[in-house]
């Protein structure tokens, strides 16, 4: 069993930046795909980034292609999700989630894992 904690979530304004890690219990982390997902009010969840367990793949929707950047540290069990030029529509709940295969996938309906969640809100 996993389990993960986001943390990192907050109110920004437009334009600015926020960071979010997950922290992941277990030893197999390291051998594990991850992802962030995320969720607006009223809206479906939607896949954000996702990274292979050696981090040398990555995937990125489109929306924040450019602005989002997806890390991982192996050695410390965290995953990160750096977010620069936020903007008004990326305000959701983040979501950090884990899939028992190395290699990632972009549908949230393949990761076996969940945390909580991070509230990220962004003004205008």
């Known amino acids: 069993q996993v389990q993960l904690v986001e943390t990192g979530g907050g109110l920004v304004q437009a334009g600015g930046s926020l960071r979010l890690s997950c922290a992941a219990s277990?030893?197999?982390?390291?051998?594990?795909?991850m992802g962030w997902f995320r969720q607006a009010p009223g809206k479906e969840r939607e896949f954000v980034a996702v990274?292979?367990?050696?981090?040398?793949?990555?995937y990125y929707a489109d929306s924040v292609k450019g602005r989002f950047t997806i890390s991982r540290d192996n050695a410390k069990n965290t995953v990160y999700l750096q977010m620069n030029s936020l903007k008004p529509e990326d305000t959701a709940v983040y979501y950090c989630?884990?899939?028992?295969?190395?290699?990632?996938?972009?549908?949230?309906?393949?990761?076996?894992?969940w945390g909580q969640g991070t509230q990220v809100t962004v003004s205008s």
């Open positions: 277990g030893r197999t982390f390291s051998t594990y795909a």
């Open positions: 989630a884990a899939r028992r295969l190395r290699i990632p996938s972009t549908r949230g309906n393949e990761y076996d894992y």
């Open positions: 990274i292979s367990w050696s981090g040398g793949i990555t």
